[in-house]
DNA sequence: TTGCATTGAGAACGAACGTTCTCTACTATG
DNA sequence: CATAGTAGAGAACGTTCGTTCTCAATGCAA
């Protein structure tokens, strides 16, 4: 087995335990059984949680953009594309393991005990608008556009992790039509 | 001194506490020495900590509420009311002691793994919905603005406290406002 | 086969936490 | 003044957690 595959392992089952029942929730010994590894060879892959923590983000990071990426390729128009951000969030609301965004989660757990997770946060974060913004740039859209509809994308998903229903999905695409269509020049 | 006096001051440097660190970063012997009582005291008025926790929340809920609607009254009409949401989260945003709404973090903090902590920031926001819901009606707009409006205000909430700036409450509220002006008949 | 390096299982350790207990000092009443 | 009850300070307890250590088993080279 490879040594890659072992850290792959590792992370990929901490942050279905870290979304699933929160990071302080789950600890070392539930990760090692979970991932079937030994502690020996957990603390050979990583020197300590804070460090498999970081790892979890950057692949909920990678795997999120991805995914969002993914769905939003598959729109025709720049305004479509637009739409296809809460396209991508209906379809991850339905999900049974939802729990809401783990960025959010993971700063409201450690943001404010934890720089490097704050930061990271922050960083996901300004990722997505600005995302977001080339996509409003290519529908010719003004620049307050954007902020606007990353905002509802993130009212979204707080408002449907805590009332465990994808409602707020389809409200929020909704409400993102208005928003282009007013922002946008007729056409 | 008076023994309501004792539990409300628990509860109020509790929840300073628990909002500057997050909740389990806290330990009852700080909360203890902050709060100026003996451990014995502490034990006297709540039962666990758990309880301080909800009680935590119920009194969140109530001067966020309050201050909430002091703000919204103040607006003479109702188009400028729904916006006073808006003007309420600006003002919250720029205190120092902003670390982003006390619902949406104890739900991620706690939420999987206590029930109760889940179920009442679930009617917190719950409750939110229905105070914009009556907001919206007297505005006499359709019933689809409200959730609209409310996805807006947690989206704020997340982009102000994990950005670290105020920024998202005028860009929700130019939001609020176009849709507020697509959704009410021209009048 | 013998000896050495590596690995896994889990015991052990130190710290932190929630909670309870002990002991001392003080208060109030007879 | 004497005494019973109360309250505060903090020691103590049991548990959990992150991390390290022990030791036996395994695989491999000579």
Known sequence: M???????RIVVTADELYNAKGIQAVGM?????A????????????PSKS???????????????????ATVQQARTPRDRLLAIFDYLAGWFCQDSFRGCGFINSFAELGAVSPEVAEYARKHKESFQEYVGRLALEAGAPAYLAPQLAILAEGAQTTAAIAGTSDAAGQARQAAEVLIDAALPAD
Chains 1, 2 share one sequence.
């Open 35 to 46: 991932a079937g590894v030994s502690l020996k060879k957990l603390y050979g892959e990583f």
């Open 2 to 8: 490879d040594i890659s595959e072992v850290r792959e």
């Open 51 to 69: 460090s498999i923590v970081m790892a979890v983000l950057e692949h909920r990071h990678q795997s999120w953009t991805e995914g969002l990426d």
């Open 29 to 33: 010994d539930e990760l090692r059984s």
